[in-house]
């Protein structure tokens, strides 16, 4: 067989001989704290852009609550640490969003902030009374230090919205617009205090 | 004549990104912006011409404007860090935001602090050409 040897392929040999070193284990390297030897499964950045599929995703998630928790952050309905209850956020897309989700993280923000407090919402009530029943008819507990029953307090304000979108879509292209609506009604008259939206677009090329 | 055509495109595709890096402008307009700015590698024609910040009930928000000195399209990462008055993270950290500039455009990056506590802030970005 004959092989030219030219400066180019010589470099070239070199080069993938220094790559196959590089990739082999050497006595100094040292074993990481895992339990799978497996390659195929690595953790991430949970904050990065992720751009896998076009459909609803973390990065959205995440976005819709750092924008709604601002802006109502700013807002002067947060003065004075009114107290508030997550009610419902309506999904309208022709997608399945786990919209209790983006409601949680918008409350654990706001609860973080320090700038609002949240009371029990309808969903959360149930596991409340029975434990002020258990406290109050089981019979168990000393009068001292037990939970009263009518005492808890009312919110002010309730947080619902909804979420929409428009899905246009050809042959190579596929775009989506997402919107969030999220508004804070005052429970006693019914008046909107506060309501912000955001918008996302996503397209998607074949 | 097929590969020669496929190397001839990549060959442009580099050339065009290589220009793209060339026509790198400052990071930022002043010192003053530069000494809240983390930026990873360069942002190309990208430049923050304007920061300020003020309190809205009890806590900041920052508007930072930044342009576009290239005729190329370019993609933005940011994220803004919040720290309190001792220098300890306030929160968990921002998610990283795309926001994509058209040549020569202008756009605003806003954010609010996730607390009263939040006193101090830096932007990190990072860009790529689009």
Same mark, same amino acid.
């Given at each position: 067989m004959n092989v030219t040897k030219s400066p180019l392929s010589a470099a070239l040999l070199v080069m993938l001989c220094a790559t196959m070193l590089a990739g082999c284990p050497t006595p100094t390297q040292?074993?990481?704290?895992?339990?799978?030897?497996?390659?195929?499964?690595?953790?991430?950045?949970?904050? @990065?852009?992720?751009?896998?599929?076009?459909?609803?995703?973390?990065?959205?998630?995440?976005?819709?609550?750092?924008k709604m928790v601002g802006s109502l952050l700013?807002?002067?309905?947060t003065n004075g640490r009114p107290t508030m209850t997550v009610a419902a956020v309506r999904n309208k897309t022709s997608e399945y969003i786990d919209t209790k989700s983006i409601l949680n993280?918008?409350?654990?923000?706001?609860?973080?902030?320090?700038?609002?407090?949240?009371?029990?919402?309808? %969903?959360?009530?149930? @596991?409340?009374?029975?434990?002020?029943?258990?406290?109050?008819?089981?019979?168990?507990?000393?009068?001292q230090g037990r939970a009263k029953v009518g005492n808890m307090t009312a919110?002010?304000?309730?947080?619902?919205?909804e979420i929409t979108s428009i899905v246009k879509q050809t042959v190579s292209t596929k775009d989506v617009f997402y919107k969030m609506t999220l508004k804070v009604y005052d429970v006693e008259d019914g008046s909107i205090e506060w309501q912000d939206e955001k918008e996302i677009r996503k397209t998607s090329r074949r | 004549m097929k590969s020669l055509l496929i190397a001839l495109c990549v060959a442009t595709s580099m050339l065009t990104t290589a220009t793209a890096m060339?026509?790198?402008?400052?990071? @930022? @307009?002043?010192?003053?912006?530069?000494?809240?700015?983390?930026v990873r590698g360069n942002l190309g024609g990208l430049q923050v011409i304007d920061l300020r910040s003020q309190m809205r009930n009890d806590v900041m928000a920052v508007q930072?404007?930044?342009?576009?000195?290239?005729?190329? %399209?370019?993609?933005?990462?940011?994220?803004?860090?919040?720290? %309190?008055?001792?220098?300890?993270?306030?929160? %968990?950290?921002?998610?990283w935001k795309p926001v994509l500039f058209l040549g020569n455009q202008t756009q605003y990056l806003k954010a609010t602090a996730p607390s009263p506590r939040a006193t101090e802030f830096m932007i990190e970005m990072s860009a790529e050409a689009r």
């Open positions: 040292l074993s990481q704290p895992t339990v799978s030897f497996a390659r195929q499964v690595s953790y991430g950045d949970s904050k @990065a852009v992720e751009t896998v599929t076009n459909e609803f995703g973390s990065t959205d998630l995440q976005m819709i609550t750092e700013e807002s002067p309905v993280s918008i409350q654990t923000q706001l609860v973080k902030s320090g700038k609002v407090r949240f009371v029990r919402s309808a %969903d959360e009530m149930q @596991a409340g009374v029975e434990e002020l029943q258990r406290q109050n008819q089981s019979g168990l507990y000393k009068s919110a002010k304000y309730t947080l619902e919205g | 060339a026509q790198s402008v400052a990071h @930022a @307009a002043t010192e003053g912006i530069a000494s809240k700015l983390i930072a404007e930044v342009y576009n000195f290239s005729a190329l %399209d370019s993609r933005l990462y940011y994220r803004f860090r919040w720290t %309190d008055s001792g220098g300890m993270q306030v929160g %968990d950290g921002e998610v």
